[in-house]
């Protein structure tokens, strides 16, 4: 499925100039959150106490296809030890992952991300962007809500920049 943009909960598309944007559903695929969870980096700091890790240097996250690249990541666990939020920083740091309904993966870069899994909501922060096959959007602030199937950005996603979009029509 390609990136297609309308504007937020279908509101006037006077709106969509003011960087009130959404997507079509971009689906993550279901699967990836039932597969091992892979962490390669330079250095690792573990504190069980506040079930917090700390990564840092050249750190790889695979989870199915699901792939994070930053220069540091920090992760917050729950008791459980699955993740509650994971930040990950890098200049930029690079996200990958397949999604339902489309052959392209779902690409997204930032200085900073975060993901809550308990809102399956992935936050891209400054110098934003997300691209799907030719579709692009960039801004200082996207949110990928994953669980809504929405992607907002600019004013709606708490951002101070503009959207930019490139939507490239289906053949």
């Not at 392209?104 to 962007?129: H, V």
């Amino acid at each position: 499925m390609r990136l297609q943009a309308f504007a937020a909960f279908q509101l006037p598309a006077s709106l969509f100039l003011l960087g009130l944007v959404a997507t079509e559903p971009v689906a993550a695929l279901d699967s990836d959150q039932e597969q091992p969870l892979f962490i390669e980096a330079d250095a690792v700091e573990l504190d069980e106490k506040t079930s917090q890790s700390l990564y840092i240097g050249h750190v790889d996250v695979q989870q199915g296809s699901l792939h994070i690249r930053a220069d540091r990541v920090e992760v917050e666990h729950h008791d459980n030890r699955q993740p509650r939020l994971i930040i990950a920083i890098g200049d930029p740091a690079h996200y990958r992952q397949m999604t339902e309904d489309s052959s392209e993966p779902l690409l997204g870069r930032a200085q900073r991300m975060e993901y809550n899994a308990d809102r399956n909501e992935i936050t891209f922060i400054d110098q934003a962007l997300l691209t799907q096959g030719q579709d692009r959007f960039s801004s200082d602030r996207i949110v990928y809500n994953r669980a809504m199937e929405r992607v907002t950005a600019g004013t709606s996603a708490q951002g101070r920049e503009r959207v930019k979009i490139t939507i490239t029509p289906n053949e």
